[in-house]
């Protein structure tokens, strides 16, 4: 099974900052990367689909990058809104396994 | 709109059985795929199982295997995940989620139903 690992598990950053998410598969999974933003109580959301493609009516101060094993989230300018968790999920394979998550906190 | 809503979730003791279902709307269900996703309380999340859209290939994730059975009725808009031979690992909000065509990715998520496993 292709493993998910995300890096930091807790970022704690400013409105206003650029926000960088790590996200490495145990395997190539091509562009096959898909980001989501989940709030507390809530489903999650897609933002990133194919690595790098921005999902319809999400901000575009979020942005994707990477193939093979090693993608990116980038958040350009933290806004009060974006405080959340972010979880990077591989579907090259038929199950899609998710990273352990990225904790946006409040600095 | 799109909506998937489960339901069937709920308090059962360890070693019991449980139904959860998802009935959509706003889209042609019969044409998609359609996953089932669950997260423990203040945990990630765990993909569980997939279901083809006319329902002839499934998988299921290893730590269920055996013991989950993911099935649909595509006629009354309904995918169910069959529960077995439960333990407190279970306790978890359980998602079930579109996978676009073409794409694969999970575009749309419910709003989840609690599993509690507790004697």
Known sequence: ?107 | QVQLVESGGGVVQPGKSLRLSCEVSGFTFRSYSMHWVRQAPGKGLEWLAVMSSDGSHTFLADSVKGRFTISRDNSKNTLHLQLNSLTEEDTAFYYCARERPYSSVFDYWGQGTLVTVSS
């Open chain 1, 1 to 107: 099974d292709i493993q998910m690992t995300q890096s930091p598990s807790t970022l704690s950053a400013s409105v206003g900052d650029r926000v960088t998410i790590t996200c490495r598969a145990s395997q190539s999974v091509s562009i096959w990367l898909a980001w989501y933003q989940q709030k507390p109580g809530k489903a999650p959301k897609l933002l990133i689909y194919d690595a790098s493609s921005l999902e319809s009516g999400v901000s575009s101060r979020f942005s994707g990058s990477g193939s093979e094993t090693d993608f990116t989230l980038t958040i350009s300018s933290l806004q009060p809104d974006d405080f959340a968790t972010y979880y990077c999920q591989q579907y090259n394979s038929y199950s899609g396994t998710f990273g352990q998550g990225t904790k946006v906190e409040i600095k």
